[in-house]
């Protein structure tokens, strides 16, 4: 049945499923269907003839209130809607759903079908049941003509569904329709229009999701089209949205502006162009910027052209961004909290990055620590809990962080390729000065890093460049230490001797290193 297909929808908030799928077989056990319509859904004009030559009703139904008008305009078919509605077919029947067969040519993006049922009286603004309007339907499926014949009739542009108080104009952006988004901006369709803010309880961690005391409440939604276009890199429509005014900082209800939005996107000519128009490249009301976020991307051309517009090397990271359970999302983490967009390089092994945030005036030696140092203070010296940060140096940021960005399921399982990249990012840290013997509350240093974590190629490097072999840590532990016991654990950060024919514990043995008491 008509409805049946109808409630076929796509997850996104922002479209009905074309289909209003009017094509699933019917049961079984379900009805017949009235000849007419059986005739209809055939195609086959000469039964409808014949059925309407003997006087059969012409707005008989479906049980879930579709008419033969319905399906012939489903089906394209002009010669029978033609044939229906000089048998006096009702223009504006509806089916459970609120579907018209205007909706249904709408959402097939047929302009003819339109043109057809707007000269035979149908209402432009019969919507269904949660708002969708027929320009909706037709911004959707991208008929610039059947938008325009609409809008003549007396579609409403600026009608909005009731789910998301999204608008065709909305639709039109999200699915890349130009010209239709053209049409509706010369016909005074809202630029800065915004779809509903929703309030969304969130959750540092995963652990603490049942105790609603821990959780902050995130808005969500407040989006303008420009937004969308942002979101969907689609540069075309931001270009004409911006040319009609739509103003390039609007920010979304959590802050975000469509400059960052771009760049976190990771459509890099979609945020090319918001600079060119004038997006201020700091702007940091969700917390984090366009650089921290294309530094998270690893874009270093929206990086250096983020640079090249004044933004601000030295930025720190205010608010972590919403975190998936077990999801590839492109997440700031709260852990990186006060992190410099040069941190965030460092610590997603961004060599290349690091040395352009370095040559526009990045200062390679701020860690995590100063923003929580009344924290610290407050402990009694001791520093908080490690989960708050790390509160570390880009040099350690490099040794413990990922080039997958804790991204689930991107754990790159060829530890060579990975132990390379924190060599060159380890190289450009201690080449801009990093202090080789700086240490984090618990007293762990570089070399103790690169030890525990198996990385003989950076151990050597470290220890050329000067790390001191026996340093201990605040547990009284050395790097050879930590490497050995590191060897007798099973562990999937483990270099094999297999893949390098050494060590950690090799490398610190051959340089000298002090053996552990026995």
């Given amino acids: 049945m008509l409805a049946k297909r109808l409630l076929v929808r796509v997850c996104s908030a922002i479209v009905l499923c074309m289909g209003v799928a009017m094509a699933a077989t019917v049961s079984a056990t379900a ?70 067969p205007l909706w249904l040519a709408a959402g097939n993006g047929d302009a003819a079908a339109i043109a057809r049922l707007l ?50 104009l909305m639709w039109a952006v999200t699915r890349g329709q130009h010209d239709v988004v053209q049409v509706l901006l010369e016909a005074g369709a809202d630029v800065e229009a915004r779809s509903r803010v929703r309030p969304r309880l969130m959750f540092d961690v995963t652990t603490n999701a049942a105790q609603f005391d821990q959780g902050v409440i995130e808005q969500l939604g407040g989006f303008t089209p420009l937004l969308f276009a942002a979101r969907h890199g689609d540069v075309e429509s931001a270009r004409l949205l911006l040319a009609a005014g ?23 000519a979609c945020a090319g162009l918001l600079l060119a128009e004038g997006a201020e490249p700091d702007a940091i009301g969700a ?68 040395r352009a945030l370095a040559a526009a005036g990045a200062d390679p030696t701020l860690t995590t620590t100063e923003r929580w140092q009344g924290v610290i203070e407050r402990a009694g010296g001791v520093g908080p809990p490690r989960v708050v940060g790390g509160f570390v140096t880009p040099l350690m940021a490099a040794l413990r962080g990922s080039s997958d960005r804790g991204r689930f399921f991107l754990f790159n399982p060829d530890r060579g390729v990975e132990e390379q990249r924190v060599l060159e990012a380890v190289t ?34 470290l220890a050329d460049r000067g790390a001191v072999l026996d340093v201990e840590n605040g547990r009284g532990r ?22 390098t024919g050494e060590t950690a514990v090799d490398v610190l043995r051959e340089l000298g290193a002090t053996e552990p008491a026995r």
């Fill in 478 to 499: 050395t790097p050879l230490q930590l490497a050995v016991a590191a060897s007798r654990r099973p562990s999937i950060v483990n270099v094999g001797p297999e893949r």
């Fill in 31 to 100: 009805a017949v269907d009235p000849p007419l319509i059986e005739a209809v859904k055939r195609q086959d004009a000469e039964a409808v003839r014949r059925l309407l030559g003997d006087g059969v009703e012409v707005d008989t139904r479906q049980p879930d209130g579709a008419t033969a008008l319905h399906w012939a305009v489903y089906r394209e078919d002009l010669e029978t809607v033609d044939l229906l509605l000089r048998a006096g077919a009702s223009v504006d029947a509806v089916n459970r759903l609120g579907a018209t």
């Fill in 428 to 461: 450009v840290a201690v080449e801009l000065g990093a202090d080789l013997e700086a240490a984090d509350f618990s007293g762990t240093a570089a070399l103790h890093d690169a030890a525990s974590r198996n990385l003989p190629s950076v151990v050597r490097f």
């Fill in 119 to 168: 000269d035979a009286g149908a209402n432009p603004n019969a919507a269904l049941l949660e708002g969708e309007t027929p320009v909706m339907a037709a911004a959707r499926s991208g008929t610039a003509e059947g938008v325009r014949l609409l809008i003549e009739a007396g579609a409403d542009v600026s009608a909005r569904e009731t789910s998301r108080a999204q608008t065709a």
């Fill in 287 to 354: 917390g984090y910027t366009a650089l921290h976020a294309a530094v998270l991307r690893g874009d270093l051309t929206t990086v250096e052209a983020l640079l090249a517009r004044g933004a601000d090397p030295n930025i720190r990271l205010e608010k972590g961004t919403p975190l998936r359970r077990t999801s590839e999302d492109w997440t700031l983490r709260a852990s990186y909290v006060s992190a410099t967009p040069f941190w965030l390089a460092a610590s997603f092994r961004e060599p290349a990055i690091m």
């Fill in 246 to 268: 739509a103003d390039v900082d609007n920010p979304a209800a959590n802050g975000t502006s469509p400059l960052v939005v771009a760049t976190h996107s990771g459509h890099t």
